[in-house]
């Protein structure tokens, strides 16, 4: 098995039980590999591997979202393809936001700059799409702010209530709620 390989099989690990409740035992278990072998490829253990899978979901999250938002077309079809984009990403709902994950306990202790970036990154590519609508820019940061806390807030939802329905809305309304 690949590094790379290892490193897609520890991310849902990290999504379900979070930087503290992903023991190396569960890691084992998750990667299928013994603990010697997680240690080859990550000698420093398990802060290395969720650095390396928080750089990996990142990555994974520029290139489907963040992308769509600096690509071509006008702000309105930017906006409907980070929407389907983010179904994608979290498979409409089913996947925990790992920046959300990596913000808590000691897991925000180690990754609280790089998960503050990574959002601030996002609401100022939303915002710079809805300037280019003539959106005030500071009306333009507000929407943005508005529209990530509306999406964290459905994820969280779809875990406590084990229905998708409330994110597929959050995503459904989103473009009206940005743009008008």
Do not use: W
């Not at 591997?49 to 963040?66: I, N, R, T």
């Not at 809805?130 to 333009?140: Q, V």
């Not at 999406?151 to 989103?174: K, N």
Request: hydrophobic letters at 45%.
């Amino acid at each position: 098995m690949s590094k790379e390989e290892a490193i897609i099989k520890l991310v849902p690990a990290f999504r379900q039980y979070g930087y503290e409740g992903a023991t190396l035992s569960l890691l084992s278990q998750a990667s299928g590999l013994g603990k010697a072998s997680l240690y080859h490829y990550f000698p420093g253990g398990k802060s290395e591997m969720a650095a390396v899978v928080s750089e990996y979901v990142s990555d994974l999250f520029e290139k489907m979202v963040l992308k769509t938002l600096q690509g071509e077309g006008t702000p309105e079809l930017k906006i409907q393809a980070m929407c389907s984009s983010m179904a994608e990403f979290y498979k409409d709902g089913k996947n925990a936001c790992f920046l959300a994950i990596m913000s808590f306990g000691e897991a925000d202790k180690l990754f609280h700059d790089r998960v503050k970036a990574r959002l601030q990154e996002l609401i100022q590519a939303l915002a710079q799409v809805l300037t280019e609508t003539g959106i005030k820019s500071e009306i333009a940061h507000k929407r943005s702010l508005d529209a990530i806390a509306t999406v964290q807030g459905a994820l969280i939802l779809v875990r406590i209530l084990d229905s998708t329905e409330p994110f597929e809305r959050a995503l459904e309304s989103l473009p009206a709620r940005l743009l008008n």
